[in-house]
């Protein structure tokens, strides 16, 4: 099978042959992969940081899209030839870039008519990371939510989702950025060049935002600065600052989870979510999309497609 991983941990990531997915066991399914997720968070599995349940050599990759190749339980939800979806851990064998990959049943989603292999593999972790980020920032419907680092993919669908939850969206963004977090449903950007921002923030919210997530690395402690007393923060880097003037702090990592995954991708499909793909790469190509990926993108994904 073909693949794209490391043979050590720190190791460059290299063009595999990987024997073929073993047979599956109760509650799995085998994708013929046809597009994978390319992310910041691949470098951090390639250099020991996130431990994926999988030893070198592996393909890395947590998140793809394909066709489902076959199914342990065939009365179960998913069928051969369903077009599907998942984020997938701990891996039950080996990282989803590559040809085939084995993934939990309770991980994977449809991927509905009309959304491409490319956008349903780039969708997973930014999404489902962006929807359990609110939730544990404990956003609702007509309360202020302030976002910083809103023009990253996950930063833009935090950004709609917390629109599509009817809370009104302040978001930090460079000039660059500013018109892209708009369109994803931010009432008003500030630019986080400025120093005071935190406080330009503080001031058009009447005294802070009810809650804020933060997707701007080593941006949780400013951010902070942002919300009201007695408010909610959430971090997805790692950075969660100590607790004050009574603001809880939450330090979120993302969880598979197909149903939540479903509803995403319907969200996707009907045009409340919105995913860019910017680049996408064979397998032999993987090294240079993980480059590009931990570049940024400027706000678009980007993807390898094992198919070529």
Not at 33 to 40: F, I, L, P, Q, Y
Not at 153 to 164: F, H, N
Not at 207 to 220: H, K, L, P, S, W
Request: glycine content about 14%; aromatic content about 4%; some cysteine.
């Amino acid at each position: 099978m073909r693949a794209a991983g490391i043979e050590t941990v720190g190791g460059t990531v290299d063009p595999l042959e990987l024997p073929d997915p073993r047979p599956l066991r109760a509650g799995e399914v085998l994708l013929d992969v046809r597009a994978c997720g390319v992310g910041n968070w691949d470098d951090i599995v390639r250099t020991g940081g996130w431990d994926t349940g999988a030893r070198p050599p592996m393909a890395l990759g947590v998140e793809a899209a394909g066709l489902v190749a076959a199914v342990a339980d065939p009365a179960g939800q998913f069928s051969v030839g369903d077009a599907v979806t998942t984020h997938s851990l701990p891996l039950r064998e080996q990282g989803c870039w590559a040809e085939g990959f084995i993934a939990a049943a309770e991980h994977v989603a449809a991927v509905p008519a009309g959304v491409s292999f490319d956008v349903a593999a780039a969708l997973p972790v930014p999404a489902l990371t962006a929807a359990q980020a609110l939730d544990a920032a404990g956003v609702l419907a007509g309360q202020t939510v302030l976002v910083n680092g809103a023009s990253g993919v996950t930063g833009r669908l935090i950004v709609q989702l917390a629109a599509v939850r009817g809370a009104r969206v302040v978001a930090t963004a460079s000039p660059a950025g500013a018109d892209r977090v708009l369109a994803a449903g931010a009432a008003e950007v500030v630019d986080y060049h400025r120093s005071d921002w935190p406080e330009r923030v503080r001031s058009m919210t009447g005294g802070g935002a009810d809650a804020a997530v933060n997707a701007a690395r080593a941006g949780a402690a400013q951010a902070l600065r942002a919300v009201r007393d007695g408010g909610r923060l959430a971090t997805i880097t790692g950075d969660p600052p100590p607790p004050e003037r009574g603001v809880t702090a939450a330090d979120v990592y993302v969880a598979p989870d197909g149903d939540r995954l479903g509803e995403l991708t319907r969200l996707l499909a009907h045009g409340a979510l919105a995913v860019t793909v910017g680049a996408g790469f064979p397998l032999e190509r993987a090294a240079d999309a993980l480059a590009a990926a931990r570049h940024g993108g400027n706000g678009a994904a980007v993807v390898l497609r094992p198919g070529g």
